[in-house]
Protein backbone atom coordinates (compact mmCIF):
# COMPACT_ATOMS: atom_id res chain seq x y z
CA UNK A 1 0.00 0.00 0.00
CA UNK A 2 3.04 2.70 1.06
CA UNK A 3 3.68 2.33 -3.23
CA UNK A 4 0.74 3.90 -4.07
CA UNK A 5 -0.10 6.29 -0.99
CA UNK A 6 3.88 7.48 -0.98
CA UNK A 7 3.73 8.59 -5.04
CA UNK A 8 -0.15 9.69 -4.49
CA UNK A 9 0.98 12.41 -1.82
CA UNK A 10 4.53 13.42 -3.30
CA UNK A 11 2.75 14.19 -7.30
CA UNK A 12 -0.66 15.86 -5.55
CA UNK A 13 1.94 18.41 -3.51
CA UNK A 14 3.86 19.12 -6.25
CA UNK A 15 1.10 19.57 -8.27
CA UNK A 16 -0.48 22.32 -5.78
CA UNK A 17 3.47 24.26 -6.04
CA UNK A 18 2.92 23.95 -9.34
CA UNK A 19 -0.49 25.95 -9.07
CA UNK A 20 1.11 28.41 -6.97
CA UNK A 21 3.95 28.70 -9.47
CA UNK A 22 1.80 29.09 -12.09
CA UNK A 23 -0.05 32.23 -10.15
CA UNK A 24 2.88 33.99 -10.18
CA UNK A 25 4.79 33.33 -13.20
CA UNK A 26 1.75 33.06 -15.95
CA UNK A 27 1.47 36.53 -17.62
CA UNK A 28 -2.72 37.33 -17.37
CA UNK A 29 -5.26 37.28 -15.13
CA UNK A 30 -7.11 34.40 -17.12
CA UNK A 31 -4.02 32.57 -17.18
CA UNK A 32 -3.56 32.94 -13.91
CA UNK A 33 -6.81 30.65 -13.08
CA UNK A 34 -6.05 28.63 -15.46
CA UNK A 35 -3.25 26.97 -13.98
CA UNK A 36 -4.46 27.42 -10.11
CA UNK A 37 -7.78 25.85 -10.59
CA UNK A 38 -6.71 22.87 -12.49
CA UNK A 39 -3.94 22.27 -10.62
CA UNK A 40 -4.92 22.55 -7.21
CA UNK A 41 -7.85 20.48 -7.75
CA UNK A 42 -5.93 17.75 -8.92
CA UNK A 43 -3.39 17.71 -6.55
CA UNK A 44 -6.19 18.34 -3.80
CA UNK A 45 -7.77 15.65 -4.87
CA UNK A 46 -5.19 13.17 -5.12
CA UNK A 47 -3.97 14.06 -1.42
CA UNK A 48 -7.62 12.91 -0.25
CA UNK A 49 -7.36 9.70 -2.29
CA UNK A 50 -4.12 9.23 -0.21
CA UNK A 51 -5.88 9.80 2.72
CA UNK A 52 -8.24 7.53 2.20
CA UNK A 53 -5.98 4.87 1.55
CA UNK A 54 -3.69 5.59 4.67
CA UNK A 55 -6.73 5.08 6.86
CA UNK A 56 -9.01 2.64 5.48
CA UNK A 57 -12.11 3.41 7.68
CA UNK A 58 -15.23 3.67 5.87
CA UNK A 59 -16.06 6.89 7.35
CA UNK A 60 -12.70 8.53 6.80
CA UNK A 61 -13.11 7.03 2.65
CA UNK A 62 -16.59 8.21 2.50
CA UNK A 63 -15.30 11.88 3.66
CA UNK A 64 -12.87 11.97 1.52
CA UNK A 65 -14.48 10.91 -1.37
CA UNK A 66 -17.09 13.51 -1.21
CA UNK A 67 -14.56 16.24 -0.59
CA UNK A 68 -13.12 15.18 -3.77
CA UNK A 69 -16.13 15.32 -5.52
CA UNK A 70 -17.31 18.44 -4.38
CA UNK A 71 -13.64 19.86 -4.97
CA UNK A 72 -14.26 18.80 -8.70
CA UNK A 73 -17.79 20.13 -8.57
CA UNK A 74 -17.35 23.49 -7.59
CA UNK A 75 -14.14 24.71 -8.58
CA UNK A 76 -15.04 25.22 -12.50
CA UNK A 77 -18.25 27.06 -11.02
CA UNK A 78 -16.05 29.86 -9.12
CA UNK A 79 -13.68 29.66 -11.85
CA UNK A 80 -15.83 30.49 -14.65
CA UNK A 81 -17.72 32.97 -12.39
CA UNK A 82 -14.66 34.70 -11.36
CA UNK A 83 -13.41 34.69 -14.78
CA UNK A 84 -16.77 36.21 -16.93
CA UNK A 85 -16.72 38.85 -13.85
CA UNK A 86 -13.29 39.83 -14.50
CA UNK A 87 -13.68 40.09 -18.36
CA UNK A 88 -17.12 41.87 -17.71
CA UNK A 89 -14.96 44.81 -15.66
CA UNK A 90 -12.22 44.73 -18.78
CA UNK A 91 -9.33 43.29 -16.79
CA UNK A 92 -6.86 43.69 -19.69
CA UNK A 93 -5.93 40.19 -21.54
CA UNK A 94 -1.65 39.44 -22.45
CA UNK A 95 -0.80 41.81 -25.09
CA UNK A 96 0.77 38.98 -27.15
CA UNK A 97 -3.18 37.40 -27.25
CA UNK A 98 -3.98 36.73 -30.43
CA UNK A 99 -7.87 36.27 -30.39
CA UNK A 100 -10.19 37.60 -28.47
CA UNK A 101 -14.02 35.97 -28.78
CA UNK A 102 -15.65 37.43 -25.99
CA UNK A 103 -15.50 40.57 -27.01
CA UNK A 104 -19.01 41.87 -28.14
CA UNK A 105 -20.88 39.10 -26.09
CA UNK A 106 -20.02 39.45 -22.59
CA UNK A 107 -19.72 42.66 -20.62
CA UNK A 108 -21.75 44.98 -23.14
CA UNK A 109 -25.10 43.62 -23.29
CA UNK A 110 -25.04 44.07 -19.26
CA UNK A 111 -24.90 47.24 -17.62
CA UNK A 112 -22.31 47.17 -15.14
CA UNK A 113 -23.49 50.13 -13.24
CA UNK A 114 -26.77 48.14 -12.59
CA UNK B 1 -3.28 0.75 12.31
CA UNK B 2 -0.31 2.69 12.59
CA UNK B 3 0.92 5.18 9.94
CA UNK B 4 4.11 3.95 8.31
CA UNK B 5 7.20 5.73 8.84
CA UNK B 6 7.58 6.05 5.41
CA UNK B 7 4.63 7.62 4.53
CA UNK B 8 5.09 10.26 7.53
CA UNK B 9 8.19 10.98 6.41
CA UNK B 10 6.70 11.88 2.76
CA UNK B 11 3.81 13.76 4.24
CA UNK B 12 5.93 16.04 6.16
CA UNK B 13 8.05 16.55 2.57
CA UNK B 14 4.86 17.22 0.75
CA UNK B 15 3.71 19.24 3.56
CA UNK B 16 6.99 21.08 2.67
CA UNK B 17 6.04 21.49 -0.70
CA UNK B 18 2.73 22.78 -0.10
CA UNK B 19 3.68 25.67 2.26
CA UNK B 20 6.12 26.83 -0.83
CA UNK B 21 3.46 26.84 -2.92
CA UNK B 22 1.25 28.61 -0.52
CA UNK B 23 4.58 31.17 -0.14
CA UNK B 24 4.03 31.84 -4.57
CA UNK B 25 0.33 32.42 -3.61
CA UNK B 26 0.68 34.93 -1.02
CA UNK B 27 3.19 36.57 -3.08
CA UNK B 28 0.26 37.21 -5.85
CA UNK B 29 -1.81 38.18 -3.39
CA UNK B 30 0.24 40.27 -1.81
CA UNK B 31 1.11 42.52 -5.22
CA UNK B 32 -1.71 41.62 -8.37
CA UNK B 33 -2.64 44.34 -10.10
CA UNK B 34 -6.06 43.94 -9.62
CA UNK B 35 -8.84 42.27 -7.47
CA UNK B 36 -9.54 39.28 -9.22
CA UNK B 37 -6.07 38.52 -8.96
CA UNK B 38 -6.21 38.60 -5.58
CA UNK B 39 -9.48 36.68 -5.10
CA UNK B 40 -7.56 33.66 -7.60
CA UNK B 41 -5.02 33.75 -4.79
CA UNK B 42 -7.30 33.88 -2.02
CA UNK B 43 -8.70 30.95 -3.49
CA UNK B 44 -5.74 28.74 -4.32
CA UNK B 45 -4.77 29.61 -0.78
CA UNK B 46 -7.63 28.04 0.42
CA UNK B 47 -7.68 25.16 -1.55
CA UNK B 48 -4.02 24.72 -0.49
CA UNK B 49 -4.82 24.72 3.24
CA UNK B 50 -7.16 22.09 2.67
CA UNK B 51 -4.51 20.18 1.56
CA UNK B 52 -2.44 21.19 4.09
CA UNK B 53 -4.96 20.15 6.45
CA UNK B 54 -5.46 16.82 4.39
CA UNK B 55 -1.87 15.88 5.20
CA UNK B 56 -1.63 17.02 8.73
CA UNK B 57 -4.14 14.23 9.28
CA UNK B 58 -2.23 11.70 7.80
CA UNK B 59 1.19 12.81 9.61
CA UNK B 60 -0.95 13.21 13.27
CA UNK B 61 -3.08 10.03 12.14
CA UNK B 62 -6.34 12.52 13.57
CA UNK B 63 -8.89 11.69 10.49
CA UNK B 64 -11.21 14.10 12.22
CA UNK B 65 -9.27 17.28 10.47
CA UNK B 66 -10.32 15.95 7.27
CA UNK B 67 -14.01 17.13 8.52
CA UNK B 68 -12.55 20.25 9.06
CA UNK B 69 -11.21 20.26 5.42
CA UNK B 70 -14.63 19.45 4.48
CA UNK B 71 -16.21 22.59 5.36
CA UNK B 72 -13.48 24.70 4.80
CA UNK B 73 -13.51 23.29 1.09
CA UNK B 74 -17.61 24.58 1.14
CA UNK B 75 -16.60 28.42 2.98
CA UNK B 76 -13.93 28.88 0.35
CA UNK B 77 -16.91 27.81 -2.52
CA UNK B 78 -19.18 30.38 -0.86
CA UNK B 79 -16.66 33.59 -0.99
CA UNK B 80 -15.21 33.04 -3.88
CA UNK B 81 -19.29 33.03 -6.19
CA UNK B 82 -19.61 36.42 -3.72
CA UNK B 83 -16.58 38.24 -4.01
CA UNK B 84 -17.15 37.47 -8.31
CA UNK B 85 -21.04 38.47 -7.86
CA UNK B 86 -19.56 41.67 -6.06
CA UNK B 87 -17.25 42.50 -9.12
CA UNK B 88 -19.23 41.74 -11.48
CA UNK B 89 -22.07 43.81 -9.89
CA UNK B 90 -19.85 46.64 -9.49
CA UNK B 91 -19.55 47.04 -6.02
CA UNK B 92 -15.50 47.63 -5.27
CA UNK B 93 -14.39 50.70 -7.56
Known amino acids: MIVVIVPLILVGAFLMFLAGLGIVRMPDLFMRMHASSKGASLGVALLLVAAALNFQDLSVVTKSLITAAFIFMTAPVAAHLLGRAAYARKIPLWEHSVIDEGRGHIGEEEDPKS | ?93
Open chain 2, 1 to 93: METSPIIIAAASIATIIVALGMILAFVRLAKGPSLPDRVVAIDALATMGVGALVLTSITTGQAVLLDIALAMALITFLGTIALALSIQKGVFK
